[in-house]
């Protein structure tokens, strides 16, 4: 499906009937994700919570955009520079433009994508998007079920675990409470992982405790399964058992994460932090590889 006539946004029809396991009357994370994107695949509640969390932090549509075009130059320096044709895109939310498979595949045609969402919606949309895609896939599975993701027919059909795999993690751990272990998750999918295999990760973060709190309370508050905000210093330990990537495409740039605004952005110097005092929460990212 690569490169072909993708013009707009929904690049499949859009009259698929929702599965009848979906509840239309509470917001899930992946309809307000796609509502703050300006999608189509949201109901009611999930355009209110769009706007709470948007009235809550001015900015957080422009996030979401921002997260967007890191993911796609994530997976272009993935697939171009580091040559990995496999790639495990976990919380991977509903198809919007330039997904995965369509960045990796235009790199590199016979490149591999496993998406992997908790919220069945995605599986719904994700395969009419996918239909005639034989390397692309997409499960419902929770990816705290490490061996459930890793293990499925669906992925053993597309991933070769003995040649490097490229996981990502694109705005989706703070999705997971600190009592399901975030970190400790990521060192699970490495350790079954080959060496040279990359996380593409951002993650909502802030150096403002409050700023941080209300952001979070706010979206328990809506009923959303939800973790939290988190500070730099904590987001960084995703990498502990990686080396992070140089956030500059010359590899001038101390190896550590930033702005997701400002990762091999052109000539955009990267920054830890947004340069305006007054952002208070930004998308930390970066790329390790596993040595
Ligand atoms: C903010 S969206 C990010 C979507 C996409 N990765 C991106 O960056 O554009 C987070 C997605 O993670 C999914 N998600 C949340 N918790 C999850 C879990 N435990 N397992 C799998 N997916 C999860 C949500 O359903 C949602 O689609």
């Not at 690569?2 to 009848?20: L, Q």
């Not at 899930?28 to 509502?35: F, G, M």
């Not at 694109?170 to 999705?175: E, G, K, N, Q, R």
Request: hydrophobic share 40%; charged share 25%.
């Amino acid at each position: 499906m690569a490169g072909k006539g993708f013009s707009g946004r929904h690049p499949y029809p859009h009259e698929i009937p929702s599965p009848p396991d979906i509840d239309m009357s509470v917001p899930t994370v992946a309809r307000t994700y796609d509502a703050l994107l300006d999608g189509k695949d949201n109901f009611t509640p999930d355009r209110e919570a769009a706007e709470v969390v948007e009235s809550v932090n001015p900015g957080t549509k422009a996030l979401a955009r921002q997260n967007r075009a890191f993911l796609s130059r994530g997976v272009t320096y993935v697939a171009e520079t580091l040559k990995i044709d496999q790639f495990l895109d976990l919380g991977s939310g509903l198809p919007t433009v330039e997904n995965t498979h369509q960045v990796a595949q235009r790199v590199n045609p016979n490149a591999r994508v496993v998406y992997v969402d908790i919220d069945p919606i995605v599986l719904a949309h994700g395969r009419a998007i996918l239909a005639d895609n034989a390397n692309t896939t997409v499960a419902t599975s929770d990816l705290r079920d490490v061996d459930v993701v890793l293990d499925s027919p669906e992925t053993r059909r597309l991933i070769d675990f003995d040649r490097p795999v490229c996981v990502m993690l694109v705005s989706l751990l703070h999705c997971v409470p600190d009592a399901d272990d975030p970190w400790g998750l990521v060192r699970r999918y490495f350790d079954r992982l080959a060496p040279g295999s990359a996380l593409v990760m951002s993650h909502l973060t802030s150096d403002d405790a409050d700023a941080a709190r209300v952001f979070t309370e706010h979206v328990h508050e809506l009923g959303m399964d939800w973790g939290r905000v988190r500070f730099p210093d904590e987001v960084a330990h995703a990498f502990d058992s990686l080396e992070l990537v140089s956030p500059t495409a010359d590899d001038s740039a101390e190896p550590v994460l930033v702005d997701c605004v400002t990762w091999r952005n052109g000539d955009v110097a990267p920054l830890k932090r947004p340069a305006d005092p007054a952002q208070k929460i930004w998308e930390h990212a970066g790329v390790g590889i596993k040595p």
